[in-house]
């Protein structure tokens, strides 16, 4: 290898440390070669696993997530879920109402919202309904249908259409990956639909997710970041990831 290439491949990897991703037209600008020569460079290290390829870009891991049961989801970066769903609650105020989707963050908000009266909620997760139900000042309204089980929470057509019935406030979403390309994604495709429903029949999409779940990608895509009011997540999240985000009118709060 030529030292040439050695250095630009140097480059490509010391870029991939400090911004979390690195994208094929940028590295092709910057280091003045082309496009081809670029995706060279990204699949030869690839082969020597110290990066993953995307459509475009590269990330230092895999970025594809696999699902995970939300007992195990409970006991992952749990301060971090703490203060995220305590920042949500300032958005919160006696008499909205709101959809909560699914997730450990969004049963995290729950056990916090027993402060909030009075407060109406229209819920997929079973977990959620189960933590707001001792609260005689919280009107809940359990999604039916189908039962997913590693999330708990209910999925599918019929969930669907009883969501279409209903107009809130503010959509507090938990997901699986955030992209700032392809956009917000879950794990489960049947999850994704029932979470776009729950966009349209929201005036604003506030969505809750810790830094672990910036460059990752699921299999279902819920929605492109345009659609998205605000992200609220940790200090850890990836300041070049976070700042593409912003750059889309997209309002990234850090606690």
Same mark, same amino acid.
């Not at 195990?72 to 879920?81: F, H, L, N, P």
């Given at each position: 290898?030529?030292? @040439?290439? #050695?250095?630009r491949?140097?480059?490509?990897?010391?870029?991939? =440390?400090?911004?979390?991703f $690195?994208?094929?037209?940028?590295?092709?600008?910057?280091?003045?070669?082309? $496009?081809?020569?670029?995706?060279?460079?990204?699949?030869?290290?690839?082969?020597?696993?110290?990066?993953?390829? *995307?459509?475009?870009?590269? *990330?230092?891991?895999?970025?594809?997530?696999t699902?995970?049961n939300? =007992?195990?989801?409970?006991?992952?970066?749990?301060?971090?879920?703490? /203060?995220i769903?305590?920042? #949500?609650?300032m958005?919160?105020?006696?008499?909205?109402?709101?959809?909560?989707?699914?997730? @450990?963050?969004?049963?995290?908000?729950?056990?916090?919202?027993?402060?909030?009266?009075?407060?109406t $909620?229209? *819920?997929? @997760?079973l977990?959620?309904?189960?933590?707001?139900?001792?609260?005689?000042?919280?009107?809940? =309204?359990?999604?039916?249908?189908?039962?997913?089980?590693?999330?708990?929470?209910?999925?599918?057509?019929?969930?669907?259409?009883?969501?279409?019935?209903?107009s809130?406030?503010?959509?507090?979403?938990?997901?699986?990956?955030?992209?700032?390309?392809?956009?917000? *994604?879950?794990?489960?495709?049947?999850e994704? @639909?029932?979470?776009q429903?729950?966009?349209?029949?929201?005036?604003?999409?506030?969505?809750? #997710?810790?830094?672990?779940?910036?460059?990752?990608?699921?299999?279902?895509?819920?929605?492109?970041?345009?659609?998205?009011?605000?992200?609220?997540?940790?200090?850890?999240?990836p300041q070049?990831?976070?700042?593409?985000?912003?750059?889309?009118?997209?309002?990234? /709060?850090?606690?």
């Open positions: 290898m030529s030292q @040439s290439i #050695a250095k491949h140097q480059f490509i990897l010391n870029r991939l =440390h400090e911004q979390g $690195v994208n094929v037209t940028e590295l092709s600008d910057e280091l003045k070669v082309s $496009v081809v020569t670029i995706r060279k460079d990204l699949k030869l290290l690839e082969s020597r696993k110290l990066l993953f390829r *995307t459509h475009g870009s590269a *990330t230092p891991s895999n970025p594809f997530i699902e995970r939300i =007992h195990e989801k409970e006991k992952i970066s749990v301060d971090q879920k703490v /203060r769903a305590k920042a #949500a609650m958005s919160i105020e006696p008499g909205d109402s709101i959809i909560m989707a699914s997730g @450990s963050t969004i049963l995290e908000l729950a056990n916090q919202l027993q402060t909030v009266k009075p407060l $909620v229209i *819920t997929a @997760s977990n959620v309904a189960q933590v707001l139900n001792i609260n005689p000042d919280i009107e809940i =309204h359990q999604l039916g249908g189908v039962i997913r089980k590693s999330s708990n929470s209910a999925v599918g057509p019929f969930a669907e259409r009883m969501m279409e019935g209903f809130c406030n503010k959509l507090f979403l938990g997901v699986d990956g955030i992209d700032s390309e392809y956009g917000l *994604t879950t794990t489960s495709a049947q994704a @639909s029932l979470n429903v729950m966009i349209k029949s929201a005036q604003r999409v506030i969505v809750l #997710a810790d830094s672990s779940k910036f460059g990752r990608r699921g299999f279902g895509k819920i929605c492109d970041l345009l659609v998205v009011d605000e992200i609220i997540t940790d200090r850890d999240a070049a990831i976070v700042k593409r985000i912003e750059e889309l009118g997209v309002t990234v /709060r850090l606690v």
